[in-house]
């Protein structure tokens, strides 16, 4: 019974979300529609051009509960992908070559008792996978110390967020203690070959602005990034991706709890860039849910906002259809189209 109104109250906020981004807070500001955004700039209805990144969230189980996370994961969230709808997956990518890459998420993903399974079987089928690591499951427990050499034993590139390169503002957005964790658990990831010239293991870091405000520059910012990690712990890393913060789920609530949500969605609306629409993820990416279910992103995934194909669960999974859909937009997708862009692989221009 708990469960069933844990669930009902997830599916109300989503809702609620939804609403705001719509048509703004009771007696709010109105926004320019992204669709018509879109249509001003020749991009409407936004379709496909051919989907190649197969992106799973296998959980929303985590060590941590970050305050701009738009999964609204934590150690609470007992959404996890059964070993049943990851065959099904497997399934998919047998059965579709031209996904070339698997982009496993969470919560964090390894919290998923077959997540180890699930990344071999993948390996198999000679897919390039990328995971989402946040970096103090390295150090959270035993069992997940050897994660480092996990990944480097099946060549599987690692994207993990730390907001800054300094303790402080680290901490602020992902809790106290995390930016040590963090730097211990990159030390580790260097010292078998991760983010390292000509070893092919590659380290990628992510920057998420920590108010509401847009990621400068991403180019700069990795620089940056390099000198001061380097200069400080020796680390060093591949690449920067700097990602801006969703309208939604508990960036949402910090954007209304300190009056700041009418600001930044002017922000997001005045910096619309056409070429950034152009490039968002969702034209090359599918987004497969802890449950299954196929989404356009891991944003709308989150708002519960399904698909428009008849193709909407992995068990129905055809590639033909969902290359002709519409995809479903809201105003949180100005979030992507917003300055140099925004995707899971930072800027898109």
Wanted: with cysteine.
């Amino acid at each position: 019974m708990k469960s069933l109104l844990a669930e009902h109250n997830k599916l109300a906020i989503a809702a609620e979300q939804i609403e705001i981004l719509q048509h703004g807070q009771p007696g709010g500001f109105a926004l320019v529609p992204f669709q018509q955004k879109l249509e001003e700039t020749g991009l409407y209805p936004l379709n496909p051009t051919n989907i190649e990144t197969f992106q799973v969230n296998v959980g929303k189980m985590c060590n941590q509960v970050c305050k701009h996370c738009h999964v609204d994961a934590g150690p609470d969230r007992k959404e996890i992908m059964t070993k049943e709808t990851m065959q099904q997956c497997l399934e998919a990518l047998k059965n579709n070559p031209s996904l070339k890459t698997v982009d496993l998420t969470g919560g964090a993903p390894e919290m998923n008792p077959d997540f180890r399974w699930f990344a071999e079987e993948i390996k198999k089928l000679n897919r390039h996978i990328i995971v989402r690591c946040n970096l103090t499951i390295i150090l959270a427990n035993k069992k997940y110390h050897n994660l480092p050499q996990f990944y480097k034993q099946h060549n599987i590139e690692v994207v993990s967020s730390l907001p800054f390169y300094t303790q402080d503002r680290t901490d602020r957005q992902r809790g106290n203690g995390v930016f040590e964790d963090s730097i211990k658990a990159l030390q580790m990831l260097n010292e078998i070959g991760y983010g390292k010239d000509g070893t092919g293991l590659i380290l990628n870091l992510v920057f998420n602005p920590a108010g509401a405000f847009l990621p400068p520059s991403q180019h700069a910012l990795e620089i940056e990034y390099k000198h001061a990690l380097m200069e400080k712990y020796g680390i060093g890393f591949n690449n920067l991706y700097a990602i801006t913060n969703l309208p939604i789920s508990r960036f949402l609530d910090y954007l209304l709890q300190t009056g700041n949500y009418e600001k930044y969605m002017e922000k997001l609306v005045d910096a619309y860039n056409p070429i950034a629409a152009q490039n968002v993820m969702c034209r090359n990416t599918i987004s497969v849910g802890w449950d299954g279910s196929l989404y356009d992103c891991d944003f709308n995934q989150m708002l519960e906002l399904k698909l428009a194909c008849s193709s909407n669960h992995i068990s129905q999974f055809n590639i033909e259809s969902l290359n002709k859909r519409n995809i479903v937009i809201g105003q949180h997708c100005y979030g992507c189209t917003a300055g140099a862009g925004s995707s899971c692989g930072g800027a898109v221009t």
